[in-house]
T-cell receptor, first 112, second 110 residues
Framework: ETGVTQSPTHLIKTRGQQVTLRCSSQ?????VSWYQQALGQGPQFIFQYYREEENGRGNFPPRFSGLQFPNYSSELNVNALELDDSALYLC???????????FGSGTQLSVL | QKEVEQDPGPLSVPEGAIVSLNCTYS??????FMWYRQYSRKGPELLMY????GNKEDGRFTAQVDKSSKYISLFIRDSQPSDSATYLC??????????FGPGTSLSVIP
């Protein structure tokens, strides 16, 4: 167990809808990253938050947005869902000055 | 050319075999190298973490980094059926995102 928890575990949405995924970081970790993992591929970096500010973003459109809260929990929001958004969404946290990422179990999103 | 390349497998070995998993990369600025194990539909679990070149051993696992060749390896000794999973290499520079390889699927047959 890494101490990183994600909810929900599974979600089914239809194209065009909006979705919010949630993550609770490991205690003491102030940096959270979100990754998208399509079937058979490695995780792809979406963005990273440090002290409630986004401080890094991958090659994802603006309809992917996030928030980090003072207790270091975070959200990933995806608007105008597309079929290709179907994937496992992973949250990962790390402590300050630590390069090791610890992942949650992910949210499996299916867009129909 | 992708930043991180990894043979996707699948790789199938008998129980007790030595397994060798490898990744190559193109960015010479990578300094931190990691191996993650991922069971089906679960989050990746950190197995090994190495800074710069050299070897690191932890139980049945050995990680090697050769920065001059831009090549990293993970060796698993005395492989067990419970080692059956997808193995992801990952790497990063300082203050930057972690880049993952596509993963190698491993099956250890009893």
């Amino acid at each position: 167990e890494t101490g990183v928890t994600q909810s929900p575990t599974h979600l089914i949405k239809t194209r065009g809808q909006q979705v919010t995924l949630r993550c609770s970081s490991q205690s003491g970790h102030n940096t959270v990253s979100w990754y998208q993992q399509a079937l058979g591929q490695g995780p792809q970096f979406i963005f990273q938050y440090y002290r409630e500010e986004e401080n890094g973003r991958g090659n994802f459109p603006p309809r992917f947005s996030g928030l980090q809260f003072p207790n270091y929990s975070s959200e990933l929001n995806v608007n105008a869902l597309e079929l290709d958004d179907s994937a496992l969404y992973l949250c990962a946290s790390r402590g300050q000055g630590d390069e090791k990422l610890f992942f949650g179990s992910g949210t499996q999103l299916s867009v129909l | 050319q992708k930043e991180v390349e990894q043979d996707p497998g699948p790789l199938s070995v008998p129980e007790g075999a030595i397994v060798s998993l490898n990744c190559t990369y193109s960015n010479s600025a990578f300094q931190y190298f990691m191996w993650y194990r991922q069971y089906s539909r679960k989050g990746p679990e950190l197995l090994m973490y190495t800074y710069s070149s050299g070897n690191k051993e932890d139980g049945r696992f050995t990680a090697q980094v050769d920065k001059s060749s831009k090549y990293i390896s993970l060796f698993i000794r005395d492989s067990q059926p419970s080692d059956s999973a997808t193995y992801l290499c990952a790497m990063k520079t300082s203050y930057d995102k972690v880049i993952f390889g596509p993963g190698t699927s491993l099956s250890v047959i009893p």
